[in-house]
């Protein structure tokens, strides 16, 4: 497939490979922040493929997995109302809240339908005018777009059966979180290349500056993956800290000026709780004064829920790169994807998962096509 099985490339893969070899001459920590790399690394085994001292730690880029468990019983809460279509992402239907999933409200009767678009939640509402329709709108810049549009259509064709419980967040301030925080040890980023095909990568010029940090935009194949660690590794051994792209396919500097110009019509940045990891200073996307209307969270008097993080899940330590998911007591045995307690083990972003479905029960075409990266042509 164009685009997919060059990238994938067994002999250019080992090149990469033996050239990072070559350059490094220390241990370097990394991290690559989107969950989608995460999976990429586990499928293929590159990590394996990595020198001795090259680590590569595993960000808090899954926007599922950050979803806090508020907004999650806040979803349970309206989901069960008799008068709501509830709508969200397939991955959202299955984390867990306080008391139970998505899913779970859908058993009891509840009408909770997956979609793959906010539009098709504005559709719903054109077809249903006698009932109210709320879109659960989660996820990065990648998504982000998508939701303000629906919003926007749904304010200029004047639906108003239609409302959104906000969940979406922004990386950069996730980025300036963890490098402030005394914990981390990142040395340097692989930044989500789908993030900056949206956003471009301007907004990472200050971070990299101002900590001193080497930020490489990646993309999501195995050679993406190798090529944004290996520009890392040059900028560290060199002693610089850099803003690079190598997913200059599909990132240009400046991003996606019409999908920038629909968020900022709709959105306003505001503070947003990252589940597991806690408030952070404006990360996160609520709806700007204009489209407050749409607000599902006002229109129906959600602010008195709160609610309090499992104890069992480490999922803010694994988000953060701290611990690895078989460190957690829980992994693959209280734990697991058919019985979560936290989503980075729903989520097909999730870390836990990609632990749980390429490392430590990895299924024979996981194994196989780890085999084929490894391969030399
Ligand atoms: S294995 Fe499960 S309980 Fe442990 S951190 Fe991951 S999601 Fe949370």
């Known amino acids: 497939m164009k685009y997919v099985d060059e990238f994938r490339d067994a002999a250019t893969t080992h090149k990469l490979a033996a050239e990072l070899r070559r350059v490094t001459t220390r241990p370097w920590t990394l991290m690559e922040v989107c969950g989608g790399q995460t999976h990429a690394i586990m499928r293929f085994g590159l990590d394996e493929l990595l020198p001795p001292g090259i680590e590569l730690v595993h960000g808090p880029g899954c926007p599922v997995c950050v979803t806090p468990v508020e907004l999650i019983d806040k979803a349970l809460a309206l989901a069960a109302r008799p008068e709501v279509i509830f709508c969200s992402f397939g991955d959202m239907l299955r984390v867990p809240g306080s008391q139970g999933d998505l899913l779970d409200v859908k058993a009891k009767g509840g009408d909770v339908r997956m979609l793959y678009s906010p539009l098709d939640a504005l559709q719903l509402a054109r077809r249903h005018r006698d009932r109210e329709v709320v879109f659960f709108g989660v996820g990065f810049e990648t998504t982000a777009p998508a939701t303000a549009l629906a919003v ?21 301030p996730a980025l300036r979180a963890l490098l402030e925080a005394p914990d981390n040890r990142v040395q340097g980023f692989l930044a989500a290349g789908h993030v900056c095909a949206v956003m471009g990568f301007r907004e990472y010029l200050p971070l990299a500056r101002r900590y001193r940090v080497p930020i490489v935009v990646t993309g999501f194949e195995p050679l993406d993956i190798l090529q944004g660690v290996l520009m890392c590794v040059c900028q560290l051994e060199a002693g610089r800290h850099e803003v690079e792209n190598a997913y200059t396919r599909s990132v240009q500097y400046e991003g996606n000026r019409g999908a920038q110009r629909v968020m900022a019509e709709v959105f306003r940045v505001v503070p947003r709780a990252w589940r597991g990891i806690g408030a952070i200073a404006e990360s996160g996307l609520g709806l700007s004064p204009a489209y407050a209307a749409f607000d599902a969270e006002q229109r129906f008097g959600l602010g008195a829920i709160t609610s309090e993080e499992s104890p069992d899940c480490r999922s803010g330590q694994v988000l953060t790169g701290v611990i690895e998911p078989t460190a957690c007591p829980a992994f693959g045995g209280r734990c697991t994807p058919e019985a979560p307690l936290g989503a980075p083990m729903v989520s097909s972003e999730g870390t836990c998962a990609a632990y749980y479905s390429y490392r430590r029960f990895g299924t024979a075409r996981a194994e196989s096509e780890r085999a084929n990266a490894r391969r030399p042509a």
Not at 152 to 171: K, M
Request: aromatic fraction near 4%; glycine fraction near 10%; hydrophobic fraction near 50%.
């Open 152 to 172: 926007h259509r749904a304010r200029v064709e004047g639906l108003t059966n239609f409302s959104l419980l906000g969940a979406h967040v922004l990386v950069p």
